[in-house]
């Protein structure tokens, strides 16, 4: 039987992380030594008092039916959570619903609010599930570029009008993925009275507030005066407390936008695992400690990197936060993809290739901070004994 598929797969273009990851098995299989710089993946273990309450839960037979909606001790912890950590009132219970993940929901956001051919502005570089999950949903996407010389900040300013007064939607992310960019009090009011300007739901992807470098502070978009009545947030649980195969994360924000994606949410979904919701109370009410302290070792890692790559000839510039570093191609390549494919075959070091985070990303090649900082170094002293330094792209 000769099978058709939906056009929709035509969307998503072709599987680049295939390549890589069949060479990753090869050479696996050959014993070599590699260090995966490649996945946003914590290494650290979550708190004892999470686990327990996951386990707790676990043990009650109840736990174990449709759980059909978040509970309201879930809702609660994100309203007193938000008042604590980023000095944020009135996150009421129907400001915010619970996602399976952030990609789970910046995946579904488009079939919710959008109609087709509505336009979505896109930061260039950005996640994927960014263009996914706004194609999805009929959107066109714009892309503003992230650019260097504008230390991969967005610019509003250059938005042209004729766009900005069609667009539906903007999707920011600061700490961003993969550019390691951050905001500021004034570039964050900036965007909000842009949204507010031209009537633009702003989309704020807030998932690496508590991993910022330098001394500088990660807070939420509704830190911005004016931003609750433009803006909603996904906040999420996974890198800041190492929970990332529980998919926990939070939109949170306008009523009638939570709503929107509820209403489609019962259509496709029975809700988060009960034992999970405990879980991630335990997280939203616990000591923060940990949290702090993880973030000085991430520095330590992007410090060992980025320095490190720089002592051997390699100019990659500090990432300010998330955890992830965004790498200048070396000079004499052009291509992310074989620069990518040659590193791991030569130095048995595994990034990703900029060119899966938009047009813009070619040229650039991302490494995640998830290796312990000792590891980092013998990644680095590999890049230098391979000496692809010195090849040049054929």
């Known amino acids: 039987m000769e099978m058709t598929f939906s056009r929709r797969l035509d969307l998503f273009g072709p599987e680049i992380f295939a390549a890589l990851n069949d060479k990753k098995i090869a050479l696996e299989a050959q014993g070599r030594t590699l260090y995966n710089l490649s996945v946003g993946t914590p290494d650290f273990p979550p708190a004892p008092h999470i686990k327990q309450a996951l386990i707790d839960a676990a043990a ?66 950005c996640y994927p599930v960014f263009m996914t999950g706004m194609r999805l949903g009929g959107g066109v996407p714009y892309f503003y570029p992230l650019t260097q010389e504008n230390n991969f900040l967005p610019d509003v300013r250059a938005v042209p009008e004729d766009v900005a007064r069609k667009a539906r939607l903007m999707l920011v992310s600061l700490p961003a993925n993969p550019v390691g960019s951050i905001g500021t009090p004034e570039l964050y009011a900036e965007i909000v009275a842009f949204c507010k300007k031209h009537n633009i739901l702003l989309v704020h992807d807030n998932a690496y507030s508590d991993i910022i470098f330098d001394g500088a502070h990660g807070g939420s978009v509704f830190n911005t005066p004016g931003a609750e009545e433009v803006a909603v947030e996904f906040f999420s649980l996974s890198k800041s407390f190492n929970v990332t195969g529980a998919r926990i994360s939070f939109l949170v924000g306008r009523p009638d936008v939570v709503a929107a994606c509820k209403k489609l949410r019962t259509q496709i979904d029975f809700g988060m695992f009960y034992p999970i919701q405990r879980a991630a109370i335990a997280a939203l009410t616990g000591p923060l400690d940990s949290v702090r302290a993880q973030c000085g070792v991430y520095q330590a890692r992007r410090d060992a990197l ?31 993809m074989a620069f990518c494919l040659r590193l791991i075959d030569a130095a048995g070091v595994i990034c990703t290739p900029g060119a899966s985070f938009g047009p813009s990303g070619e040229g650039y090649v991302r490494f995640a901070l998830t290796l312990p900082e000792e590891t980092i170094r013998k990644a680095v002293a590999a890049i230098a004994a391979s000496g692809i330094l010195e090849e040049r792209e054929a």
């Open 306 to 336: 980025c320095g490190g790559l720089r002592g051997i000839g390699w100019p990659v510039p500090d990432s300010h936060g998330s955890m992830f570093v965004w790498a200048p191609l070396p000079a004499g390549w052009r291509h992310s």
């Open 60 to 125: 009650r037979d109840e736990s174990w039916k449709y759980t059909l909606r978040d509970i309201p001790e879930l809702l609660a912890a994100v309203g007193s959570y938000y008042q604590r950590r980023f000095g944020v009132a009135g996150i009421t219970p129907d400001r915010v619903m619970s996602f399976s993940g952030s990609q789970d929901g910046i995946g579904h956001l488009g079939l919710a609010l959008l109609n087709e051919g509505d336009t979505v502005l896109l930061p260039d570089p």
